[in-house]
């Protein structure tokens, strides 16, 4: 059978026409989208228009006979006739080209960002910097849109002219289906040149939709590849939005589980569980295939990929997996509520007992508001509080204290989760210039875990001297010392690799980029992904998730003193956080403040007559606790109250918590209400008893008198 002509001969092909016809004495111009190019000598003219769809054009750039032309973030050798012969694929869109010297310079700008990168024209347009593909969908997606935006009829002519772009190959295979030979001849084609690793993932999908799963195995697979060599690491997460930049696999995976394709799912799975296994989202749709599996009767791999999923909780925090702090989140909201149900209960219910007493003592002053005006020191001393015990005031203050902290870290979590998903640190990898410059436009709290970022960051860009440097703030830490070894054994020293190694896995024996290096060959999902992709490379390590969370906001305590601080600053909604949250949280220290300072206030006497007014009682009957402050069994009847309103709140539709399941289900509302009627039921027999005791009293004082 005739074989095709692969991208690889086409591109020396057209560059021996042009060669011969002339092009390397032509000049070449830019007239709008339109390149003409005019020879010197006896060659032809030509001429070429480029679509929209390509982006801004640059150039053209003549050098030694080659014609170079920028088109959106690639680079183009074309040939005669405008046959693309080669391409370089970069990382912004390119602003101009450069010869002098010799070789060939370009700029490409994104975002504002400007990158210099290297290109080498005697071996096809390679680039001599480490190019990442930024999230960035109108970058990683361009070739895929270039040839979407194509039209039926003109598909054909644009894959001839263009026979480095392998969507336009697969579109022309997906119309030649009556053909096998020729659509087999353009899928082919389509696997044959050299892509970054999103569009190997794009192209997959459209291979497996187009009927080619042979051929989608392969491309997922250069992807990997491709991947691994541009320094992606399994031990790094990705966002839902990177991954969707990076051709979208988990959307792929969910579309196939909704045909029923269970092992067209499973070929994708794999390749999210090598390379992106913490990607946003993936307990879920983990969760989804095992139960896909049990469906078929496969319990054994659905159990597998179970196990596997919470493997990925450790080094998260509390252990609750990738996305656990959206769990923390929910959490902390409900309890926001419960307790602020609890400290308002108890301030209600004293606010009515100490009403007709209050209204007594201010007589004098001027009345109830305007002794604020007349006697503010004095009326101060008369606050509702000053009618409350000792211990009815502890308990409010240390309830208020409660809600600060509480608030406080829901305010954390929001910060610490905007942190983690930044693209700085949720994009596959560290370093590339947009990556780089992602982080350094975080405030990394300094330490050994900002140290360690930015060490890692210019150490994957091959800048070691830069990476020594920033790992000296920290190189004690296991962790740069493991690197500070792959430097030395990059460079050929390989006794103080080892020696870094062994100090850095005696530090922490749970290291498994040491233990690796060792050669101990841990059974880790990382370790096998080094082994198979990076074979003879040795294994940096990378910081988990609690490391990348105190270097993005430090603990609770760093938030709560950074409020105290600059109270203003809770109310700015950049970095994840919420003005109103922002509010939520200085009232409450404002609150907690206010009952710290009513602890010192003298006790004011209150009537036994009036201790208990029926308002009051009413109280103490709907709000279980509010009138047994003084006792420890009301605070907790009080807050075991709160807690229940507040898991019961999400069934009204008025608060959300989904990442709290749990209180979503039928079992555990029946469960919850049966606690509530418990409670209701203790509080009715400690009521009878204070109502028991207060008559009592009454009968001492009456017989007293």
């Not at 969507?167 to 020729?182: I, W």
């Not at 899928?187 to 939709?209: C, E, H, I, K, T």
């Not at 875990?449 to 210019?458: H, N, P, Q, R, V």
């Not at 959300?656 to 009715?684: M, S």
Request: glycine share 10%; hydrophobic share 45%.
């Amino acid at each position: 059978m005739r074989r095709a002509p692969s991208p690889g001969g086409l591109a020396r092909a057209g560059l021996l026409l042009a060669l011969l016809t002339g092009t390397a004495q032509a000049t070449a111009t830019l007239n709008g989208r339109t390149l003409i190019v005019e020879p010197d000598g006896t060659g032809t003219r030509w001429q070429r228009t480029f679509p929209a769809s390509w982006g801004p054009l640059t150039g053209p750039l003549e050098l030694d006979g080659r014609l170079l032309l920028g088109a959106g973030p690639a680079v183009y050798e074309l040939g005669a006739g405008g046959v693309a012969a080669a391409r370089a694929d970069l990382s912004g869109v390119v602003t101009s080209l450069d010869a002098s010297g010799g070789v060939v310079r370009v700029s490409t700008e994104l975002n504002g960002l400007t990158e210099r990168f290297t290109l080498d024209p005697a071996s096809g347009l390679t680039v001599q910097e480490r190019v990442v593909p930024p999230p960035v969908p109108q970058i990683t997606g361009w070739l895929a849109r270039a040839a979407d935006t194509t039209p039926a009829a003109e598909v054909a002519r644009a894959a001839a002219l263009d026979p480095l772009n392998p969507f336009l190959a697969v579109r022309e295979a997906s119309a030649r289906r009556a053909d096998p030979y020729a659509a087999l001849s353009a899928v082919r084609r389509a696997l044959g040149g050299n892509l970054p690793f999103p569009a190997w993932v794009a192209l997959a999908a459209r291979l497996d939709s187009a009927g080619f799963p042979s051929a989608a195995d392969l491309a997922l697979d250069r992807a990997r590849r491709d991947a691994a060599a541009r320094g992606f690491d399994p031990a790094v997460s990705v966002s839902r939005e990177a991954l969707k930049a990076y051709g979208d696999p988990a959307g792929y995976v969910s579309t196939l589980l909704d045909q029923r394709r269970l092992a067209r799912a499973g070929v994708w799975m794999a390749y999210l569980r090598e390379l992106h296994p913490r990607f946003e989202g993936g307990e879920a749709l983990y969760a989804r295939y095992a139960q896909a599996l049990e469906q078929q009767g496969r319990e054994g791999e659905a159990g597998e990929w179970r196990q596997f999923s919470r493997s990925l909780r450790a080094g998260t925090l509390y252990n609750l997996g990738p996305e656990g702090l959206r769990e923390v989140r929910d959490a902390a909201r409900l309890a926001m509520l419960g307790l602020g149900a609890a400290l308002l209960s108890g301030l209600l219910a004293l606010a009515v007992r100490a009403w007709r007493p209050q209204a007594q003592d201010t007589r004098a002053l001027g009345g109830r508001y305007r002794s604020w005006l007349r006697h503010p020191l004095s009326r101060a001393r008369r606050v509702f509080v000053a009618y409350a015990t000792p211990g009815e005031r502890l308990t409010l203050f240390l309830l208020a204290l409660s809600l600060l902290v509480v608030t406080g870290g829901l305010h954390w979590a929001n910060l610490a989760g905007a942190g983690l998903r930044s693209p700085a640190l949720a994009s596959g990898t560290y370093g590339g210039g947009w990556g780089g410059a992602q982080l350094s436009a975080l405030a990394l709290r300094p330490g050994a875990d900002a140290a360690l970022l930015s060490g890692l960051s210019a150490q994957l860009d091959g800048e070691d001297a830069q990476a020594r440097e920033r790992y000296a703030a920290a190189d004690t830490d296991p962790c740069v010392r493991n690197n500070l070894g792959v430097i030395a054994q990059t460079r050929g020293d390989e006794p103080q690799a080892r020696e870094l190694y062994r100090a850095a896995l005696s530090a922490r024996p749970d290291l498994e980029a040491a233990a690796f290096n060792l050669g101990l060959n841990p059974g880790t999902p990382e370790a096998a992904f080094q082994r198979t992709y990076r074979p003879g490379a040795p294994r940096l390590c990378y910081p988990d998730q609690r490391r990348l969370t105190r270097a993005v906001t430090g603990d609770l305590s760093v938030t709560l003193r950074g409020a105290l601080r600059e109270p203003l600053s809770v109310l700015d909604p950049s970095g994840g956080g919420s003005p109103r949250l922002g509010l939520a949280l200085l009232g409450s220290g404002l609150l907690a403040a206010l009952l710290a300072l009513a602890l010192l206030l003298p006790a004011s006497a209150v009537a036994l007559a009036q201790a208990r007014p029926l308002a009051y009682r009413a109280l103490a009957l709907l709000l279980p606790g509010s009138a047994l402050l003084d006792s420890p069994w009301g605070s907790m009847l009080l807050l075991a109250w709160g807690a229940l309103i507040a898991a019961l709140f999400p069934a009204t539709g008025l608060v959300t918590v989904p990442f709290l399941p749990v209180l979503g289900q039928e079992g555990t509302r029946a469960v919850l209400v049966a606690g509530l009627v418990l409670v209701y039921a203790l509080n009715l027999l400690a009521f009878i008893a204070a109502e028991l005791r207060h008559a009592r009293r009454l009968r001492r004082e009456a017989s007293g008198a």
